[in-house]
């Protein structure tokens, strides 16, 4: 059974930070491109970040560049999301995705997601 399950979410005050963590099972995990994305409460979902399945190529948001940090461990087969320097308006539904194609920020390209872990930044 493929299965994403992330884990990390909580409530934080502005300025502090949370690591979030997507458990992979059931998959191929290195062959998978991974991507982080949220939804905030009357928002689309917006894409924060994704890394290659080698690990070597990442992208971020412009909303988190130098703020969040996306990594993964293949052999823990986990991907996370590295969160400093939280504001309010971080606050949303954080999804885990995998999928085999680059395309980085297109939802489309993800065919395996989480259920999402909150994150409340309160002011």
């Known amino acids: 059974q493929v299965q994403l399950v992330e884990s990390g979410g909580g409530v934080v005050q502005a300025g502090g930070s949370l690591r979030l963590s997507c458990a992979a099972s059931g998959l191929t995990f290195d062959r998978y491109h991974m991507g982080w994305f949220r939804q905030a409460p009357g928002k689309e979902r917006e894409y924060v970040a994704a890394?290659?399945?080698?690990?070597?190529?990442?992208d971020h948001a412009d909303s988190v560049k130098g703020r969040f940090t996306i990594s993964r461990d293949n052999a823990k087969n986990t991907v996370y999301l590295q969160m400093n320097s939280l504001k309010p308006e971080d606050t949303a539904i954080y999804y885990c995705a995998g999928g085999r194609t680059w395309m980085r920020w297109d939802a489309s390209a993800y065919d395996v997601w989480g259920q999402g872990t909150q994150v409340t930044v309160s002011s």
């Open positions: 890394i290659t399945g080698n690990t070597i190529f990442t």
